[in-house]
């Protein structure tokens, strides 16, 4: 029987073998514990099998979650939670830019600025494609955001500052706030008004 005391022995173990330490051996570790290297295939059930092909036949949050939860302890546990968690990432990127509500000609004030500032977005057309993607990216890249291919306010902010037009100071005061127009609860973006949420 495994009591606390094996739970927590287990727990160790993991952790100084570079496991996740959840004190529940997977397939793999215990394969790895017993040196019998047929047993991660022998506790591989038909069904776990199943269920992960159809994960990756699927290849969304969804498909992932569901091995996730039906095999907690599955041959392929890992590698599911490593993609639900970066499908989940993606999801919200994706979730952070729909939230700017950008229309059609905003979106392709983004694009104009992106190649204004050396970037390559493709046609200036306000839809974004694969090279619209890769631009953003690369800009994220060049500015130290974080590496990836979709819009947020601080990139917004960013392109405002640096995509060409000169903000700047009028009247002797820095309007770089007004530019962006955070604190006004609104992003001006080439002349257009960005609502917050």
Do not use: C
């Not at 498909?63 to 993609?83: F, K, S, T």
């Not at 494609?129 to 601080?154: F, K, M, P």
């Not at 995509?163 to 604190?183: K, L, M, P």
Request: glycine share 12%; hydrophobic share 35%; charged share 30%.
């Amino acid at each position: 029987m495994f009591g606390k005391g094996t739970r927590r022995a287990i727990r160790d173990w993991q952790s100084f073998n570079g496991f996740r330490a959840s004190g529940v051996l997977d397939p793999v570790q215990y394969a790895v514990l017993t040196g019998d290297g047929a047993s991660a295939v022998a506790l591989s059930t038909p069904g776990d099998r199943q269920a992960w092909r159809e994960a990756r036949a699927r290849d969304d949050e969804r498909g992932y979650r569901a091995y996730i939860n039906r095999y907690p302890v599955g041959l392929h546990i890992d590698e599911a939670r490593e993609r639900y968690d970066r499908k989940r990432l993606v999801a919200d990127r994706s979730d952070r830019e729909r939230a700017l509500r950008l229309n059609r000609n905003q979106r392709r004030e983004v694009e104009r600025l992106l190649a204004q500032a050396g970037f390559h977005p493709g046609s200036i057309n306000g839809k974004f494609n694969s090279d619209t993607r890769a631009a953003i990216r690369e800009y994220r890249r060049s500015r130290g955001l974080d590496y990836h291919a979709y819009l947020d306010r601080e990139m917004l902010q960013h392109l405002t500052r640096g995509g060409g037009r000169s903000y700047g100071r009028q009247n002797g005061e820095d309007n770089t706030d007004v530019a962006v127009g955070v604190a006004a609860g609104a992003l001006l973006l080439g002349g257009i008004i960005l609502l917050s949420d």
